[in-house]
T-cell receptor, first 115, second 112 residues
Framework: EAGVVQSPRYKIIEKKQPVAFWCNPI?????LYWYLQNLGQGPELLIR????????DSQLPKDRFSAERLKGVDSTLKIQPAELGDSAVYLC?????????????FGPGTRLTVL | AQSVTQPDIHITVSEGASLELRCNYS??????LFWYVQSPGQGLQLLLK??????LVQGIKGFEAEFKRSQSSFNLRKPSVHWSDAAEYFC??????????FGTGTRLTIIP
């Protein structure tokens, strides 16, 4: 069974440029998460989807970040414009449901460097 | 607000030695508790979880963790580490329909 797929794995951009990350969750997983992981820190939730609905986006900086999951399967996270402080690893995870006893499966992440 | 503390940023252990990674949490009620491992360039993998019942939980790769309510702790242990255990370890807490809160992680180095 394929795991959570993320692309690209690495991205280097200059500040003020836009960037997008893509995630394809495990087949059949209705819940999809985007996390931000700064260097030396644990992951922090940015947004959680139940199918195509964003049910928790309270930590998403909406002035520059946006996300979509149009058909309730794969998802895209966008930053426009990127700032130096956005350099981090962006992790995608999926689970069968949102209950805490449903294991979250993580992708390898996209490492973003903003110059 | 919930929080997770992993007091050890970096631990070095000899191969074959025992391991204990500490995790303390602050939460309004007994949360669900998790340990994840992250190898370089990889996503996080669940090692074990505690929801209720037996306070000693067995996980994958020979790891176990013990929930101690009186100490608000959920420490991870392994009796004999292998070189392949070198990684970053994260403790996390959560409840039903609440997000997971992760600790800052403990980096484990194994020396021959």
């Amino acid at each position: 069974e394929a795991g959570v797929v993320q692309s690209p794995r690495y991205k280097i951009i200059e500040k003020k440029q836009p960037v997008a990350f893509w995630c394809n969750p495990i087949s059949g997983h209705n819940t999809l998460y985007w996390y931000l992981q700064n260097l030396g820190q644990g992951p922090e939730l940015l947004i959680r989807y139940e199918n195509e609905e964003a049910v928790d986006d309270s930590q998403l900086p909406k002035d520059r970040f946006s996300a979509e999951r149009l058909k309730g399967v794969d998802s895209t996270l966008k930053i426009q414009p990127a700032e130096l402080g956005d350099s981090a690893v962006y992790l995608c995870a999926s689970s069968l449901g949102a209950l805490a006893n449903n294991e979250q499966f993580f992708g390898p992440g996209t490492r973003l460097t903003v110059l | 607000a919930q929080s997770v503390t992993q007091p050890d940023i970096h631990i070095t252990v000899s191969e074959g030695a025992s391991l204990e990674l500490r995790c303390n949490y602050s939460y309004g009620a007994t949360p669900y508790l998790f340990w994840y491992v992250q190898s370089p360039g990889q996503g996080l993998q669940l090692l074990l979880k505690y929801f209720s019942g037996d306070t000693l939980v067995q996980g994958i790769k020979g790891f176990e963790a013990e929930f101690k309510r009186s100490q608000s702790s959920f420490n991870l242990r392994k009796p004999s580490v292998h070189w392949s255990d070198a990684a970053e370890y994260f403790c996390a807490v959560g409840r039903i329909n609440e997000k997971l809160t992760f600790g800052t992680g403990t980096r484990l180095t194994i020396i021959p």
